[in-house]
């Protein structure tokens, strides 16, 4: 079973962190993006899956730590994140500099209605690994919910952040 099936499922929320600056960089829509187009991707599979979850009343939030002056990859994401929005998504991007002092998990994860954790893993490179590692042990959905209130709460709403670029950068 995958995160997308599971996440058809969600009842009631559906909590997402992602600590990392860059995922799929050889993306052809990142590609696109850096060459000057439009660099969109198709969000119908996502935008059922979100919006048939929130018609059954689930919540669907994601939360992002970045670095700043943000990546290329990130400022896409940036671009790309009124897709989310539209979807039902509540999105926040949190400065690493303002989650130092946050403990964080290794990976980045999934919460399902805080009872399953999917942890996702990305090679040094951001490149997903497809590999996946789900619990539902009492201490590590704590946990993991604990970190995503403590980033969600110090976090700037999509709507108020304006990542820092580099000066050279589109």
């Not at 130092?100 to 954790?117: E, I, Q, S």
């Not at 997903?128 to 946990?143: G, K, L, M, N, W």
């Amino acid at each position: 079973m995958t995160v997308y099936d599971l996440l058809r499922q969600v009842q009631r929320s559906a909590l997402h962190l992602e600590m990392r600056d860059t995922y799929d960089a050889s993306a052809p829509a990142f590609h696109d993006w850096l060459a000057g187009g439009p660099g969109d991707l198709d969000w119908t599979e996502w935008n059922s899956i979100v919006s048939s979850a929130v018609e059954r009343g689930a919540e669907f939030r994601r939360a992002r730590i970045v670095s700043e002056p943000v990546t290329d990859y990130i400022a896409w994401e940036h671009m790309l994140t009124e897709h989310n929005i539209k979807a039902g998504e509540d999105v926040r991007w949190l400065p690493r500099r303002r989650a130092f002092d946050l403990m964080l998990p290794g990976a980045d994860f999934w919460l399902l209605d805080h009872k399953l954790v999917a942890f996702n893993f990305c090679s040094g490179d951001g490149t997903d690994t497809e590999e996946e590692e789900f619990t539902s042990d009492p201490d590590t959905v704590a946990r993991c919910l604990l970190a995503f209130e403590r980033v969600w709460e110090r976090a700037i709403p999509h709507a108020e952040y304006k990542p820092p670029r580099r000066s050279a950068e589109r």
